[in-house]
C-alpha cells in the first residue's frame, strides 16, 4: 500500500501527480528564462524525448531541438531532431553550438564524480545558456527506488533488496551482477556536488512541504529573466 502510494505520487505519466506538478513548475520557470532569447533557439535536450516537451513546454514553434540519447530513435515531429551520443563526450558539437543545453534527472545516471562531472564540462562547452535539473540526494525517499534512505544503506544491503523486491520503477533483478550494476548505476547529487559541477551557476531548490527535493542549475540567460 505505501509503496503503491509513492508510485502514484513519483509517476511523471500521471498529469496530477506531484511529479508531475513539479516538471510544470520547473518548466515554467525555464520558459520565462528562455522567453528572451531570441528564435529560432536551437536546443540541445540530453536525454530527452519529444514526449516531454510537448507535454512539459507546450507551444515549440520557434523552437529546434536536438534529442541525444544512447539508444536511436526517429523523430515525428520536424521540431526535433534525434542523435545517438554519450553526454560526458560529445564531439560532433562545436562548442557554443546551441542556445540551450536542457537536461532533466540525467546527470546522476552517468557515472562517479568523475563521469558527472565530464558530462557538466560538456554542457557548459556546447550551450551558451544552460538548465540542468537533478534530484536531492537528501531528500528522504530516493526518487528511483522509492524506499525512504535507500541511498544511504550500504551497497550489500541495497543490491540484497532490488535482488529480492521489485522497487520503484525497477523489476527484481535476481542476478546479483546485474543487480549491481543497476545500483551503481545512480549518484544522487548534493547541492554543493551540483553548485560545484557548475560554478558559474545559479542552483535553484524545488520544494516538497519544505523539504529540498531537487536541485535545477541555470547559467548564461538574461540577467531580468534570472
Known amino acids: 500500500m505505501f509503496f503503491s502510494l509513492l508510485r502514484k505520487i513519483a509517476d511523471n505519466s500521471a498529469e496530477t501527480s506531484l511529479a508531475s506538478r513539479l516538471r510544470m513548475r520547473r518548466m515554467r520557470i525555464f ?11 536551437k536546443i540541445l535536450d540530453v536525454g530527452g524525448t519529444e514526449e516531454f516537451w510537448k507535454v512539459a513546454f507546450g507551444d515549440i514553434s520557434g ?12 523523430p ?8 545517438v551520443g554519450d553526454a560526458r563526450s ?11 543545453v ?23 562547452r556546447v550551450g551558451k545558456n544552460f538548465f540542468v535539473q537533478t534530484p536531492n540526494k537528501f531528500f528522504p525517499i530516493e526518487p528511483h527506488f522509492l524506499v525512504p534512505g535507500f541511498q544511504f544503506l550500504p551497497l550489500a544491503v541495497r ?26 548505476s545512480i549518484r544522487l547529487l548534493t547541492k554543493a556536488e551540483v553548485q560545484k559541477l557548475f560554478p558559474d551557476a545559479t542552483v535553484g531548490v524545488e520544494r516538497f512541504f519544505g523539504l529540498a527535493k531537487s536541485f535545477f542549475a541555470y547559467s548564461g540567460f538574461s540577467s531580468s529573466a534570472s
Request: glycine share 4%; hydrophobic share 45%; with cysteine.
Open 31 to 41: 520558459r520565462a528564462l528562455a522567453a528572451g532569447l531570441p528564435r529560432p533557439l
Open 63 to 74: 523552437l529546434e531541438i536536438t534529442l541525444l540519447n544512447v539508444k536511436p530513435a526517429s
Open 76 to 83: 515525428v515531429d520536424p521540431h526535433f531532431k534525434c542523435v
Open 90 to 100: 560529445m564531439p560532433q558539437f562545436s562548442a557554443q553550438q546551441f542556445d540551450i
Open 102 to 124: 536542457f537536461s532533466n534527472s540525467v546527470i546522476e545516471h552517468v557515472g562517479d564524480w568523475n563521469q558527472q562531472w565530464r558530462m557538466a564540462v560538456e554542457i557548459r
Open 159 to 184: 543490491v540484497a533488496m532490488v535482488r529480492r523486491w521489485k522497487l520503484g520503477w525497477w523489476p527484481r533483478i535476481p542476478d546479483k551482477a546485474a543487480a549491481q550494476k543497476e545500483v551503481e
